[in-house]
């Protein structure tokens, strides 16, 4: 079976070779980087496919006016921001694009763990300030320092692989990788009951289900090291807002750097107390954000999208997330 895609409205900034590729095989696409949620309910009903990026809800109600939707292409890794039940349920396909990000969501760990040791954004803020303040900003250095990596797939793995080049000890956390698998990228795999006490700096690298939702928490945080450092380039909702931000008043949290929070962008006036404080690097969800990513996302979800109308043209294999063929 095939699809009749004739049309598919593509949002968040999706790279403009999706587009490009779209149309060389006869399919016509509107990009809108930037849509309100009033504009999107606009506009759904006009086409064939979805593709969005984290910024835009697929939620029940879009599903339920894109009347005419086969698809929807989550141009990244999670489909957090899809309703995948209720696209199920109407027979609407969801589809992503896995290892796409992954690369850049991994270099700005690295780089986010870099800043965190040597006081890299406060130090900047204060030189642009007019001020010359070298011991405010006596650094650590991550040689010999232990890294825990919460969730070993695809992101989780690239930053061990190169925090190890950097000398940091590195252990893990993921049900579903084994000691053997960890030891090829130079991690060894711990329950999580041993990786608290251990680690000097942690980062978050897994989806957000139930399971992993506060993932790190008031109890979690009190059996680390005092000054323990956290890094999410993963998922907002992985870490409880609230105990981040206690921690990091009574010093057991003695850094954070977030690209990702609860709700983006935030406005809630706890997670800005947390973007505020001064041991907080903030980004607005930037992992995914680079010239790379954004064209390797926009060709496989692209290439998908030709394959479910011309079978077969393409090698990107679908990345089905609810069944798109289910007729
Ligand atoms: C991802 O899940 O791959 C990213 O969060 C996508 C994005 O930056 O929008």
Redesign the pocket.
């Known amino acids: 079976m095939v699809l009749d895609i004739k049309s598919v409205l593509i949002v ?1 900034g999706v790279g403009a070779n999706c587009s490009e590729i779209l149309k060389a095989h006869g399919i016509s696409s509107t990009n809108i980087a930037k849509i309100s949620k009033d504009d999107l309910l606009k506009e759904v009903p006009k086409y064939d496919a979805l593709v969005v ?3 835009s809800q697929v939620n029940k109600a879009v599903l339920e006016a894109g009347a005419n939707l086969k698809v929807v292409g989550r ?4 489909v957090d921001n899809i309703d995948v039940k209720t696209a199920g349920e109407r027979g609407v396909g969801v589809i992503n694009a896995p290892g796409a ?1 992954a690369l850049s ?1 991994c270099e700005l760990t690295c780089n986010l763990i870099l800043s965190l040791s040597r006081h890299v954004v406060p130090a900047a803020a204060s030189m642009k300030a007019g001020k010359w303040e070298r011991a405010n900003f006596t650094g650590t250095e991550v040689n010999g320092k232990t890294l825990a990596i919460l969730g070993l797939g695809r992101v989780g793995r690239e930053v061990a692989i190169r925090m190890n080049a950097f000398g940091m000890k590195i252990i893990g956390f993921d049900p579903f990788v084994s000691a053997e698998q960890c030891a090829t990228f130079h991690a060894t795999k711990m329950e999580l009951d041993e990786i608290w006490p251990h680690a000097d700096y942690i980062t978050l690298h897994t989806p957000l289900i139930e399971s992993t939702k506060n993932f790190i928490n008031a109890n979690t945080l009190k059996q680390c090291k005092k000054g323990v450092k956290i890094v999410n380039v993963g998922r907002g909702g992985l870490i409880q807002e609230r105990d981040l931000l206690d921690a990091l008043q009574s010093g057991q949290v003695g850094g954070a750097a977030l690209d990702v929070f609860e709700q983006e962008p935030p406005t809630d006036p706890l997670t800005l107390e947390i973007i505020q404080h001064k041991a907080v690097i903030a980004t607005p ?1 930037l ?3 680079t010239k790379e990513a954004q064209v390797r996302v926009g060709q496989e979800i692209a290439e998908q999208l030709v394959n479910l109308v011309k079978p077969g043209t393409y090698n990107t294999p679908l990345a089905e997330v609810t069944r798109v063929l289910n007729k």
Do not use: E, K, T
């Open positions: 968040d990026r984290s910024a141009a990244g890794a999670g990000n969501a969800h992992g995914a954000s």
